[in-house]
């Protein structure tokens, strides 16, 4: 059954009341997310390698009549959803995963390398990307979070869209580069990024796991940090924010998508939940059941680093 | 202002054992570096990453926490919970470069001498690294 | 017809060289379009409003508080941008920070020092709006120069810069533009734009239209007509006053000290955004509070679309 005739039914049937999804958007390679509440809509839902928002942002946003709702679900906001229903804020059987598995989201920056580009240029065939007649390997036409995405479809789901043919690209360790840099080097490399930053909060506000009703960011008592989009205040605001989501993060890369500045900034949070999976053995939003990793403990956790 | 630039650390020291080994290292007249300035938790799981961050946003050249050992915490199992944030703490200031500028230690009540040791240490290695380079961009709050 | 057709046509080179004589910057837009070396500027508020500037400094000394105000240097810089964005300048941030007494003299000293030049724009991009709110692609109103990159050099009105009349296919390449532009100009808002929002306030549409809308900021900081700012104290004994750039999408942009909070829904804000630029500000100042640069469009993460929410609520009320 394809993605648009099971939302459809769904509606049909009235099992939800709305289908959380994407839909053309008003420029070439844009989507946009959209709640589905009459089946007659459903033609506009699409699927395509322009979806990078990660619509699990909006279970929290919905519109009070909507008490069921399905929403269209890549690996990662499936890992969006399990972990929001781990962290209680929404309830499984009000939930319907619609899962897709996903090919990668393309980096539509790299698409405006090429002047005046129109959508009926660029197709995908397989593992590659044609772009006016040139193929690339779409490996590198994708986000930094889709190359090391860990979890194309979604693990927990109730409805499996089967889908044609979707290549399965090796996983890349894209922080190795930067890991390999000498000290100096990746401090100049964050504090050039961390300056640009304005403190617009996009990559916060696109974040499904970050829903604080007042962000720590604009606490005034206490102050952790100023509105001054300064380094010193970036700094705090994006490592403050990389702890908060240490062993929630789900890897999906919205952050990045949405800086209007395209800085690298989801290199912190795929960093953190790194040391996450190395040291305590946990992922968030893969396993419903298992405990989050910092209100447990071993007594044999890593302690070499303190004296 | 011509002395040299002495690095200030902020040190948040446990109640029950860190801060207890701080105190006995005074009253024992152990001599220690004076760079670090003490801020007294209850616990090192109170610590909260928002406070290292706070620090050296202010212009702290370091930062220390230190508190009980592994098992001998006052409320059980707060330095467990602590030990794991700090972890992670530790490994992303590690990849930005600013690796040896937040220390973590457990230092029990009885260890006056070990205290005085740590901070030594503390003090060389953020000593060598030079002053908190977020600083950069700071010009009208350091009035003369 | 915009241009005078009275300007001169100089050498790319010449151009560059003559741009090259002081401190130069060009807007994201123009980098975007031509290859210049100079540096850009991701928005033109940011070299008149700075995100971040010290307003004055103070410090506790000899048993009284000492406070030293921080006037701008005002060294000379000549800032390229693109007709919508001069627009912003003169038409809107003119008007908020010069219009009214008292003046605000850190802008009025930045503003003094900046030479502002246009450089027309040869096609509307697809987030391009300028015609819908009353500008023109190759508008020299409120610019101290003029430029328009032609086949054979560059069309310059201003002073400065000597070059040669314009040759009768010069002439001919700048009437095909003009038509050109003509045939593609997004058409005006309707002419009650304003008043029909004003009078949708209260309807059910808005909660639709807003819906999507991650309440970000990212719009506002890059919008050359936004000018919301907000005003903090660092330090204590001794600090400084901060001006800042603030967002009327953050929660607590109308948090009162009382703790109310009129727009503490996300659709409030949403609202408000609309109404200001396409309603409060063209009913009090006669000109839209937006310049249609696109800006916002094509930066929005989840492309909420700013030109589709006023074209819907219009259409309600029609």
Known sequence: MTLRDAARKLLEEHKVQGVLGYRKGSLPFRTRPYLFRDPCEIEELVFNPFCGLNLARYLLFLPQEVERVAIVAKGCDGRACVALVRENRLRRENLLILGVPCPGMVDTRKLAEWEGLKEHEVTLRGGEIVVRGVAYPLASFLDASCRRCRYRSPLVYDILVESGEVPSLPQEDTLRELRSLPEEKRWEFFRKELSRCIRCYACRNACPMCYCKECFAESHKPSFLHPSPTLRDNFVFHIGRAMHLAGRCVECGACERACPLRIPIATLFLAVSDTVREHFAFEAGVDVAAPAPFVTYREDDPNAFIR | ?144 | MRLSGNGVVVTREAFLEWLSRGRTFVTETVARRFRLPFPSVPTPKAVLLPQHEALYRFFWARRTWNVHPLPPEGTPILLLAAPCEVKAVTDVLDAVFLGNAPQDPYYATRRKNLILGALGCTFFEATCFCTRVGGHPLSREGADFFALPLSSGVYFEGEGVSGRPLASSEKEELEALVADLEKTAPPPFPEKTPEYLYEAFGRDIWEDIAWGCLNCGACTFLCPTCFCFDLVLEGRLRGAMIRTWDSCMFPKFTLHASSHNPRSYPMQRVRQRILHKFSYHPLRKGVFGCVGCGRCVALCPVNWDIREAVERVVSCAL
């Not at chain 2, 006995?24 to 007294?40: F, H």
């Not at chain 2, 592994?70 to 972890?87: E, I, M, Q, V």
């Not at chain 2, 470069?97 to 901070?119: I, P, Y």
């Open chain 2, 1 to 144: 202002m011509n002395s040299p630039w002495e690095p200030k650390i902020v040190a948040f020291l446990c109640h029950w054992c860190s801060y207890a080994g701080a105190d006995l290292a005074g009253v024992s007249r152990i001599q220690y570096p004076p760079n670090i300035r003490v801020v007294r938790v209850p616990c090192s799981g109170s610590v909260d990453p928002l406070y290292i961050l706070k620090a050296l946003r202010e212009g702290a050249d370091g930062v220390l926490v230190s508190g009980c050992h592994p098992g001998d915490c006052h409320y059980l199992s707060g330095n467990y919970f602590a030990r794991r944030k700090f972890l992670v703490l530790h490994e992303l200031l590690d990849l930005l470069g600013l690796r040896d500028r937040v220390h973590f230690s457990w230092v029990s009540a009885s260890e006056g001498q070990r205290f005085a040791d740590v901070v030594k240490a503390v003090t060389e290695a953020v000593r060598s690294l030079g002053p908190n380079p977020l600083r950069e961009g700071e010009s009208t709050c350091d009035a003369p």
